[in-house]
């Protein structure tokens, strides 16, 4: 194979290359936010842990069981920051290498959609901090029985919080994924509106299965989902696909 053919961006290995760049830009991106950032690493999981000292009583404090706990936990979350803050970019990259496969039409869908994903991922993860976690963690310290001391290890809390991160990030992205169903044909509104009863069972069904084994952090999952399909479906009037001309026309009669 020649060395021009090698590299014509047309040609398949041409877009193997530019996939490589791609990813490699994306993972330069990640490991250089991570250096900038190591230095906080012990700030930045304090802050990630105010939700949860806030609650405990006073006097009391997490613990660290592992031996290496201390050191590894606090880099652990600290590039797990890096990877959510450079999503914008490694979404930029992605989009940069599929566009010019794409109709100008589905450039001007795909587009916003990647946008508002990436701002409701990042929607999903706040409303967690910021309203879950006070609440969730006020609940537990209230129930914990007389005699014992609520002092939750630095690791597991860290598994726990990304759990719930991710559980509620992802849940956040429903009005993208109802708009692409109703984009592709898969449904449109009215099959969504009908299926409004069996999605309500469902999101209580899925936020059991990616929260905690009690009532409020389920509904406090549970309940977003449902405003979220809510507004899917709102949203979903202005991605109808518009009826097929030659569906629309009557049939010739044949006498």
């Known amino acids: 194979m020649s060395k021009k053919h090698r ?3 047309n040609s398949l290995m041409g877009h193997l290359i530019e996939l490589r760049n791609r990813l490699l830009k994306s993972i330069a991106a990640v490991v250089l936010l991570f250096l900038s950032l190591a230095y906080f690493a012990n700030d930045i999981y304090h802050m990630l842990a105010l939700p949860l000292l806030a609650s405990l009583p006073k006097g009391t404090t997490m613990i660290a069981t592992g031996v290496a706990s201390t050191f590894f936990v606090p880099f652990k979350l600290t590039f797990i920051v890096a990877f959510v803050l450079a999503i914008p970019y490694v979404l930029y990259q992605i989009w940069s ?8 039409k589905e450039k001007h869908l795909i ?7 990436t701002l409701l991922f990042y929607a999903g993860i706040s409303f967690a901090y910021f309203f879950v976690f006070p609440l969730v963690f006020g609940f537990f310290t209230s129930v914990t029985p007389e005699g014992v001391v609520n002092a939750p290890d630095i690791s597991t809390y860290l598994d726990f919080v990304l759990q719930m991160f991710f559980a509620f990030g992802l849940s956040f992205e429903i009005p993208v994924a109802m708009l692409l169903l109703i984009w592709s044909g898969v449904m449109d509104r009215a099959t969504l509106i009908e299926k409004r009863p069996y999605f309500i069972v469902i999101a209580f069904v899925i936020a059991m299965f990616l929260t905690p084994p009690d ?7 549970a ?3 449902c405003i979220l399909y809510e507004i899917g479906i709102w949203l979903g009037r202005f991605y109808e696909r518009p009826a ?3 569906d629309e ?5 044949t006498e």
């Not at 587009?111 to 994903?117: C, E």
């Open 223 to 225: 309940v977003p989902m």
């Open 244 to 246: 097929d001309p030659e």
């Open 215 to 221: 009532v409020l952090s389920q509904t406090l999952l």
């Open 111 to 117: 587009a916003p959609l990647i946008v508002s994903s």
């Open 249 to 253: 026309q009557p049939e010739e009669k």
């Open 97 to 104: 290498f599929v566009a010019p496969a794409l109709y100008n």
């Open 7 to 9: 590299h014509d961006p």
